[in-house]
């Protein structure tokens, strides 16, 4: 599976954006997808995922209830949509993608896309 991550860009804070992330290469309906972002001088951390059908989804505490991700087995893409931006939202945002996994946890995912750079100014 190959991902392509889009929609990234500079924004303020209280606006939104909406994220893409392309799928090719194999059917993506039989996978889950997450998104991660990763900060300057931090670690990758946990986003959002969305399981193979789109019925289930988790979200990391901090953008809970401002984030929304969702899984389009007909375009073969995973969108994630956030809304109020932060400033602490700024960071470059990677789609990953494996079956039978849908959690935090980024060592269990097998494809992961390029970034997308989410640039929030106060």
């Known amino acids: 599976v190959q991902l392509q991550a889009s929609g990234g860009g500079l924004v303020q804070t209280g606006d939104s954006l909406r994220l893409s992330c392309a799928a090719s290469?194999?059917?993506?309906?039989?996978?889950?997808a997450g998104w991660f972002r990763q900060a300057p001088g931090k670690e990758r951390e946990f986003v959002a995922a969305i399981n193979w059908s789109g019925a289930n989804t988790v979200y990391a505490d901090s953008v809970k209830g401002r984030f929304a991700i969702a899984k389009d087995n007909v375009k073969n893409t995973v969108y994630l949509q956030m809304n109020s931006l932060r400033p602490e939202d700024t960071a470059v945002y990677y789609c990953?993608?494996?079956?039978?996994?849908?959690?935090?946890?980024?060592?269990?995912?097998?494809?992961w896309g390029q970034g997308t750079q989410v640039t929030v100014s106060s």
């Open positions: 290469g194999r059917t993506f309906t039989d996978y889950s």
């Open positions: 990953a993608s494996t079956a039978y996994y849908s959690g935090r946890d980024p060592q269990r995912y097998d494809y």
